[in-house]
C-alpha cells in the first residue's frame, strides 16, 4: 500500500505550553489545537506546515511510553507519521514481509483515526507512526 503523504512530525517536549514558546510564539506556527489523549496518556499540541503538521507531544503521567522514552532519550524528535488509505493492508503488507510492528493492529484516536507503529529496529532507527484518516477528512 503506498503512503499518500507525510501527516505529521511528532517532537517529545516536557511541557507543550513551554515548547510552544518556540513553535507558535518565536517561529509563528499556528495553533489548531491541543488534545488531551487519555489512552497513550499525552497531551498533543497540533501545528499545521503546510500540507503536514509539527506535532508536539507531552506525558502527563510518569508510566506512559512517552514519559519513558522522556527520561530515557530527552526531549526531540520522536516519531515521523505517513498517512496510508488502508492500514489493515498496510500492517498486513508489512507483516507478510515481517517487518516488526509494535502494534499488529490498529488503534484509534477519539476522532476516528486509525494508527499504528511500526518498530524503530525495522526502519533503520526511526520510529514510524501509520495513519489512517477517517473517510471525511480524507484528501483534505
Given amino acids: ?23 507558535r510564539d518565536a517561529l509563528g506556527l499556528p495553533l489548531q489545537h491541543v488534545e488531551h489523549n487519555e489512552g497513550e496518556e499525552v497531551d498533543i499540541a497540533f501545528l499545521p506546515v503546510g500540507d503536514s503538521e509539527i506535532e508536539l507531544i507531552a506525558p502527563f503521567t510518569e508510566t506512559s511510553g512517552v514519559a519513558k522514552y522522556l527520561a530515557k532519550k530527552g526531549a526531540g524528535l520522536h516519531h515521523l507519521c505517513i498517512e496510508v488509505e488502508d492500514i489493515a493492508a498496510a500492517l498486513a503488507q508489512l507483516s507478510a514481509q515481517n517487518i516488526e510492528l509494535i502494534n499488529d493492529a490498529p488503534r484509534a484516536r477519539p476522532d476516528g483515526t486509525r494508527y499504528a507503529f511500526v518498530h524503530p529496529r525495522a526502519t533503520g532507527g526511526v520510529l514510524l507512526e501509520l495513519y489512517e484518516l477517517p473517510a471525511e477528512r480524507k484528501h483534505s
Fill in 1 to 23: 500500500m503506498p503512503p499518500i503523504k507525510i501527516n505529521h512530525i511528532a517532537i517529545v517536549v516536557e511541557e507543550v505550553d513551554a515548547a510552544l514558546k518556540f513553535w
